[in-house]
């Protein structure tokens, strides 16, 4: 069983950054693909950002790219998303996920484990 807990969401005024972070209580955390996707009010939930088990491969969403990034720090059983330039539309709900495979994927069946989420607000 994998616990994800994330952290770092808040209210920031557009073109501001935030940093969440995501930690995992497992061990073996260098084992699992971990990804960032957000749902929006009356939105489904959709992929962000996502980075394999050694962090050489990072995926984003096409509406990220450049302004986000996802890093992992596996020593310390956490997974980042840097984010830079917010704007309006990224008002979300974050969430973290887990999935024991060696692909990054957009879509959310893969995943297994899911943290509860931390709320990103964008004031315009």
């Known amino acids: 069983q994998v616990q994800l807990v994330e952290s770092g969401g808040g209210l920031v005024q557009a073109g501001g950054s935030l940093r969440l972070s995501c930690a995992a209580s497992v061990v073996t955390f260098s084992r699992y693909v971990m990804a960032w996707f957000r749902q929006a009010p009356g939105k489904e939930r959709e992929f962000v950002a996502g980075i394999n088990r050694s962090a050489y491969i990072t995926r984003y969403a096409d509406s990220v790219k450049g302004r986000f990034t996802c890093s992992r720090d596996n020593a310390k059983n956490t997974v980042y998303l840097q984010m830079n330039s917010l704007k309006p539309d990224d008002t979300a709900i974050y969430y973290c996920?887990?999935?024991?495979?060696?692909?990054?994927?957009?879509?959310?069946?893969?995943?297994?484990?899911w943290g509860q989420g931390t709320q990103v607000t964008v004031s315009s």
């Open positions: 996920a887990a999935d024991q495979s060696w692909e990054v994927v957009a879509d959310t069946k893969r995943y297994d484990y």
